[in-house]
């Protein structure tokens, strides 16, 4: 199903885990040379500017092959189909460049992918009518677009393991479930953000069940479990409940404000008590995220201070914190620690092959009188 080479995206996971070894000082730079040796990778990578250079370059050959084409053929009648014959020839020239010339995330592969479920989506958008803006279909094409957009970046972001995709995704199936439930009835538009409160629940789980068994896509379903978290945010925030379900204001009234100010204020809070419980990198960064859009949302509707005074006073206790947590954590308390962080028990891969380093060096594999970096 994926159109990388398996083998090399797995060394890849293996060189990293590695890299991460040889940092904690758990092997040393000649173990970490034979690992890179022995898990090849030869996929055509080049390094960030590189990969910049040549992803704007073929944005620019896309969008000149498109306005060339549209020249040419002129579909204004048939804007659908010529979207559609876009998609596809971008995906077939992205199956080319990664078959024959081994590109992976070089630029070149990464924006093809983008123009080509921009194509599809755009050839759905102009097939369900998404610029008529008539009150009585809008919903329904909202609705419709939102659901080819989960058809295509789903199975993009899981046939190119592309994180951007992996996110959008997301972002359109919670997008569908907003318009092609949310306008049904008036009891379903009530309870609306609880269902995309458990949706995003539950796709957190899933993300989260799969994120050390499917290594091959750790860094999409890292990036999906935070989109859930931010969605499951976001459908109680006080900000996004007045401006895209007022109806709840409406019907509870004085209870739904109470609520959407404590979902506001208080799940920042929650993520924060979950991140420091389990220790979790990922929780706590996204707890600083909601938290700062807490306080944003908190600063539209009530002034307590001016702008200025609320970013200077806001820098000055981050400066302090982070100042005060760096020089309490150099020495690790209660399992937290500024250090780097430590080879963790979800790394089965380079378990096996510390686990095949020490049958070596008790095979006598090991130069005599050198401790190979092992303490």
Known sequence: MIAYNKDWLYNIYIREQAAEALHTGCINT???????????????????????????????????????????????KSIAA????????????????????????SGVDNVMVWASAGFFIAAAAAGFHFFDYGY??????????????????????????????????????????YFAIGFTNMVVSVILPFIIMLLSAAVFIIANKYAFTLVLY????????????????????????????????????TLAVGFA????????LVYLFIGIKRKDIL????????????????????????????LLLAGFILIVASYSLIRYLK????????????????????DKLLTGHMIDNANGGGSAGQGNGWG
Not at 147 to 172: E, P, Q, Y
Not at 226 to 241: D, P
């Open 30 to 76: 000649d173990r970490y040379e034979q690992l890179k040796e022995r898990n090849p990778v030869k996929f055509y990578s080049p390094n960030i500017y590189a990969t910049i250079a040549l992803g704007l370059l073929t944005f620019v050959i896309v969008t000149f092959a498109t306005s060339f084409l549209g020249l040419i053929i002129q579909p204004e």
């Open 82 to 105: 010529f979207c559609i014959f876009m998609g596809i020839a971008c995906y077939a020239a992205t199956e080319y460049i990664i078959g024959q010339n081994n590109h992976y995330n």
């Open 136 to 177: 009585s279909k809008q919903w329904h094409a909202n609705a419709m677009v939102s659901f080819a957009a989960v058809l295509v970046c789903g199975f993009l972001a899981i046939r190119f393991v592309d994180t951007f995709l992996s996110i959008a995704a997301l972002i359109a199936l919670l997008c569908f479930v």
């Open 218 to 253: 750790r860094t999409c379903l890292r990036y999906v479990k935070i989109t859930a978290l931010l969605g499951f945010y976001a459908a109680g925030n006080y900000y996004m409940l007045l401006n895209f379900n007022p109806l709840l204001f409406a019907k509870l009234g």
């Open 261 to 268: 100010w404590l979902w506001t204020l208080g799940v920042p």
């Open 283 to 310: 929780f706590l960064r996204t707890s600083l995220i909601v938290l700062a859009a807490g306080v944003v949302t908190f600063k539209l509707y009530h002034h307590v201070l001016s702008q200025e005074a609320a």
């Open 331 to 350: 020495t690790p308390k209660d399992g937290f620690t500024f250090a780097p962080e430590a080879v963790v028990n979800d790394r089965p891969e380079l």
